[in-house]
Nanobody, 115 residues
Framework: QVQLVESGGGVVRTGGSLRLSCAASGSISSINIMGWYRQAPGKQREKVAHILRDGSTNYADSVKGRFTISRDNVKNTVSLQMNSLKPEDTGVYYC?????????WGQGTQVTVSS
């Protein structure tokens, strides 16, 4: 099992930037994929970005070119750099660790983008 703690959320104006961080602990070697997801009020949770064991990444179409996912294997952290933020990026952002036997989730961090 993996424990995940997100940080870095806050309130930012349209066009601004935020950097989210996720600290992982526990069975780090069992992780196949790390990801960021978000959920806006009244909407379904959606994938934002994934980073795989080989370092390859993929993104939701809505954030391509604006968001970057990265990891630090020494510190066991994964980050999400969010640039050119839009009001529709507002939501609770969750860090996820995908293992062969299941998923682990962080508690979430709120991101609010004001117009």
């Amino acid at each position: 099992q993996v424990q995940l703690v997100e940080s870095g959320g806050g309130v930012v104006r349209t066009g601004g930037s935020l950097r989210l961080s996720c600290a992982a602990s526990g069975s780090i070697s069992s992780i196949n994929i790390m990801g960021w997801y978000r959920q806006a009020p009244g909407k379904q949770r959606e994938k934002v970005a994934h980073i795989l064991r080989d370092g390859s990444t993929n993104y939701a179409d809505s954030v391509k070119g604006r968001f970057t996912i990265s990891r630090d294997n020494v510190k066991n952290t994964v980050s999400l750099q969010m640039n050119s933020l839009k009001p529709e990026d507002t939501g609770v952002y969750y860090c996820a660790a995908v293992r062969m036997t299941g998923w682990d989730w962080g508690q979430g961090t709120q991101v609010t983008v004001s117009s």
